[in-house]
């Protein structure tokens, strides 16, 4: 089979030709792949600044497919189904597993994700752990469940920072794909004084095919704006860029009582500087989304919620790539020509 294999020691990232894996356990299933998609993570790991695994590995922790084989002790999914594969699981027996929190877990949760620490989804075939597939219904095609696993972050994200009060002013900073999804959330959720932050131009162009009617400025904007008026303040802030400079800025424009969400993944070393005092005078509330704890789920009922008026790749500026194509995907999204490339097998 063809896969995109990572070296972390040499950076090296190349398209290689790999056996077909095989079952070697009871309770694992073998998966051929639909639709994977290229994670910012992702981008972070290629450059060298994100941690995995070090002997090198197939990426991609995003993706759906069809199921082809089944270990013996397999019984919610079978060869023929359709499914998408949530790459984070805890090891089950720690504190923070039994807690219900396995995002924490120290040798699970983050620590061994299928495409960063196990071979994943950027090949014809992966081999994954039955707990780990969820069956899809009907009424989700493979394509829209590419994207069931940063929806599934969005979804541990919205409950972090929930209740969202109908009419908070709400600002958006980045319209990748995570932001576009956000946007999408949002304004399902009947959300409408939305404004999005986004520097690159084409990016601003691609956010309105969602036609939300929400305002979309540059960084620069927003700071013109915030000069000319003190009160240019939000209640929530959703920050989908992981950029310590956007974040710090963020932080300056929030309101009494608001909320800065940190959902943006920034490099390890990334350092911000922000006043505690401004947090004791407006008793602000900083969140951070770490990944997907038993959030699956709801991402599929999101995912039919969203269907068609907001999930059509082309609205949310979603490229599809053959395998072979990596170094253009990579090249488009650095570019910011694009929000988001998908290999489609």
Not at 320 to 340: M, P
Request: glycine residues 10%; contains cysteine.
């Amino acid at each position: 089979m063809e896969a995109i294999q990572f070296t972390l020691g040499e950076k090296k990232l190349e398209l290689v030709k790999k056996p077909i894996p095989k079952l070697t356990d009871s309770k694992q299933i073998l998966v051929k792949v639909a639709y994977s998609g290229i994670c910012g993570t992702d981008l972070h790991i290629i450059e060298g600044h994100f941690p995995c695994n070090a002997n090198g590995l197939v990426l991609g922790h995003e993706f759906s497919g069809v199921v082809v084989d089944v270990g013996s002790e397999v019984n919610h999914v079978k060869k023929g189904d359709n499914v998408a594969v949530d790459p984070n699981n805890g090891c089950g027996v720690c504190h923070f597993c039994h807690s219900g929190d396995p995002h924490y877990c120290k040798s699970g949760g983050i620590n061994s994700t299928i495409g960063i620490y196990k071979d994943g989804g950027w090949a014809e075939y992966v081999l994954v752990p039955e707990k780990q597939v969820h069956k899809l219904t009907e009424n989700i095609t493979l394509e829209h469940a590419a994207l069931t696993e940063p929806i599934s972050c969005l979804s541990h994200g919205w409950d972090l920072i929930s209740p969202i009060t109908m009419g908070d002013k709400i600002l958006v900073t980045g319209a990748g794909i995570i932001g576009n999804l956000w946007v999408a959330l949002l304004h399902l959720q009947g959300h409408r004084r939305v404004t999005v932050s986004e520097p690159n131009t084409s990016r601003r162009e691609l956010l309105k095919k969602l036609n939300t009617g929400f305002q979309c400025v540059t960084p620069e904007e927003l700071k013109e704006k915030q000069a000319k008026d003190s009160d240019y303040l939000f209640d929530l802030i959703i920050d989908c860029t992981g950029s310590a400079p956007a974040i710090e800025h963020a932080f300056s424009l929030l309101n009494a009582g608001g909320t800065l969400c940190i959902f943006g993944v920034a490099p390890p070393h990334a350092k911000i500087s922000i006043s505690p005092f401004e947090i004791y005078k407006k008793e602000i509330r900083i969140v951070g989304v770490n990944i997907n704890p038993f959030s699956f789920p709801k991402s599929l009922g999101f995912l039919e919620s969203l269907s068609d008026r907001y999930l059509k790749f082309d609205n949310l500026g979603v490229k599809t790539f053959a395998l072979k194509d990596y170094k253009e995907a990579l090249d488009d999204l650095k570019k910011g020509a694009i929000a988001k490339a998908v290999f489609k097998l």
